[in-house]
């Protein structure tokens, strides 16, 4: 294409700082990419939810191709970069990053229910930072960037001399004592020298060489490739010290890649619900942290929004398929399914009393729920308090509806009671641990109902520390149910690790586990309560459900 060189002086050099600027950040974007430790594109693949998403998750979910894609981005940056900085083919390269850059914005488009699950610095609405780059790398491609202080000029020299040496008879390269009109002839910035000008200097017989300005305009760009490495060596060694994911703090770093198998499921009556269900304690903020009185916070201020919907993808995609929360997170739950077409099955809590003894259950079934549990310690106080009835009526109302219904409880002395007046739920939802850990209180100093209660300050006492205060009499009472059990709070609170309370809950009778998991445990919990139900010895309890 051909072009008149007219640009004037601030034209061109907008321009040319243009070029820099796109090719430096491309340039650092790869380097970043390659110098981050096993860095892989797999997750914002795995986000995609676009017309594309398809293509995207099979190249996230096959290894070879998935390093072909880390390689190609990450080596398509550095070099699609570095060419554009030098001003070298930049119209090839600026073409080549417009269909990178174009990837990326197929992938994972700021339209409507699409964008959550990636950060963000900004809010976008369809034209995002990556498109308004791919347009000025459009704007590249259609100017002759290249002629500006860059390789391209170069190349354009040398094809001018080679031709004119080939009509003249002499050899290229002969230098004039004539001056070359470059950046300050007669023809100035406007004319066809300027100052990206092809006169350069020729003597009468037409043969050229480069003038000593044009060299020097070259060299240029060598103080900025020169801070280019100077910025990036700083920042690494920056990065590699201060970090979050450094040597002071290490975070288990599990993606989909490590999933060894999706969870298997079972059955509740009709529904099919994965053998582990994700637990809303860590979305609510309910840490159970003992002493530590500020973690609750802590935990609401990482779970926001966009990680609580992170999180929920990773379970979906290791095979959870159902979450248990209080009726007070199912409108977060249900824009989470809205948003991402997710077909996650919800356990709500209800809390029923005497004055109103279906207001939960007809709220949470108008916000849209599928299985439906009484509460733990709203059936212990119930119990406690002598309104048995209460529950009675509340699990006939649910399954009456066509929901199923069921019964959770801290204390194994609750649902003894309500065993003892007939209510039979469709699934029972039963703390489960053991109590070898360091903050459990002593057996003689452990009352029935106190769990969730009145936290006391003597640490020989309940304190928020233990969730199952009669892990044997549990053990028993379930025995003697065919009906499906999910055991909650088999980690005491993260008292216990995975391996343990997974291994006891299962072992002792459990059909079912309810872990609260934060989105970096998912995958390693998952892969823990595979290798525990595959590796069974000892349980007695036949399984249910």
């Excluded at 202080?149 to 001018?160: E, P």
């Excluded at 809590?349 to 299985?371: C, E, H, M, S, W």
Aim: net charge neutral.
């Amino acid at each position: 294409m051909k072009f008149k060189n007219d640009l004037s002086r601030t034209q061109s050099v907008f321009l040319v700082l243009l070029r820099v600027f796109i090719g430096w950040h491309l340039l650092y974007e790869g380097i970043a990419k390659l110098l981050i430790p096993d860095w892989s594109s797999e997750a914002y693949l795995l986000n995609s939810k676009w017309i594309l998403a398809p293509l995207f998750h099979s190249l996230a979910q096959n290894h070879t191709a998935l390093q072909v894609v880390d390689f190609l981005n990450i080596w398509g940056l550095i070099i699609i970069g570095l060419a554009i900085m030098l001003g070298f083919l930049v119209r090839y390269w600026a073409v080549a990053g417009m269909v990178l850059l174009g990837l990326y914005y197929l992938a994972n488009p700021p339209f409507i229910r699409t964008d959550f699950g990636l950060p963000s610095e900004g809010h976008y609405l369809f034209i995002n930072k990556t498109l308004v780059e791919i347009a000025a790398l459009g704007l590249l491609a259609v100017f002759p960037s290249g002629l500006y202080f860059g390789i391209d000029n170069f190349l354009k020299y040398r094809s001018g001399a080679r031709t004119r040496a080939g009509k003249s008879g002499k050899p290229a390269g002969t230098v004039s004592a004539a001056g070359a009109t470059g950046m300050g002839g007669t023809s100035g910035m406007g004319g066809t020298s300027g100052m990206g000008g092809t006169s350069g200097d020729t003597d009468e017989n037409g043969s050229s060489s480069l003038p000593r300005r044009e060299v020097l305009r070259y060299l240029s760009m060598v103080p900025v490739l020169g801070a280019f490495a100077w910025g990036t060596v700083r920042k690494y060694r920056w990065n590699s010290v201060n970090a979050i994911s450094g040597a002071t703090i290490k975070v288990p770093d599990t993606s989909l890649k490590d999933l060894k198998a999706p969870i298997p499921r079972g059955k509740i009556l009709d529904r099919e619900v994965s053998r582990v269900v994700a637990g809303g304690n860590l979305i609510g903020g309910w840490s159970h942290s003992r002493d530590l009185l500020y973690v609750s916070e802590l935990f609401k201020a990482y779970n926001s929004e966009r990680k609580v919907f992170e999180t929920l993808e990773i379970a979906e995609r290791a095979g959870v398929n159902t979450i248990n929360i209080s009726h007070l997170q199912l409108d977060l739950i249900n824009k989470y399914k809205r948003i991402y077409g997710s077909k996650l099955q919800t356990m709500t809590q209800v809390a029923p009393t005497r004055k109103d003894p279906y207001g939960d259950i007809n709220k949470v079934i108008d916000t849209g729920v599928d299985l439906i549990q009484i509460q733990g310690n709203c059936c212990d106080w119930r119990v406690r308090d002598g309104e048995i009835d209460v529950i009675a009526d509340s699990i006939d109302y649910i399954k009456k509806q066509g929901y199923p219904a069921g019964l959770g409880a801290h204390s194994v002395q609750a649902l003894i009671a309500c065993d003892e007046a007939g209510i039979e739920p469709d699934f029972y939802m039963k703390t489960l641990h053991h109590d070898k850990y360091w903050s459990a209180h002593p057996r003689e100093n452990r009352i029935p109902f106190s769990v969730d209660g009145e936290k006391s300050p003597d640490h020989d006492k309940f304190h928020d520390n233990m969730f199952c205060l009669f892990p044997e009499e549990t053990i028993e009472f379930m025995k003697k149910k065919e009906i499906p059990w999910i055991a909650f709070k088999v980690l005491a609170g993260g008292a216990i690790r995975p391996e343990e309370g997974f291994r006891y809950a299962f072992e002792n009778g459990a059909d079912f586990i309810c872990v609260g998991m934060f989105d970096w445990q998912v995958i390693t919990d998952v892969n823990i309560a595979n290798d525990v139900l595959q590796n069974l010895s000892g349980r007695q309890r036949v399984w249910h459900g």
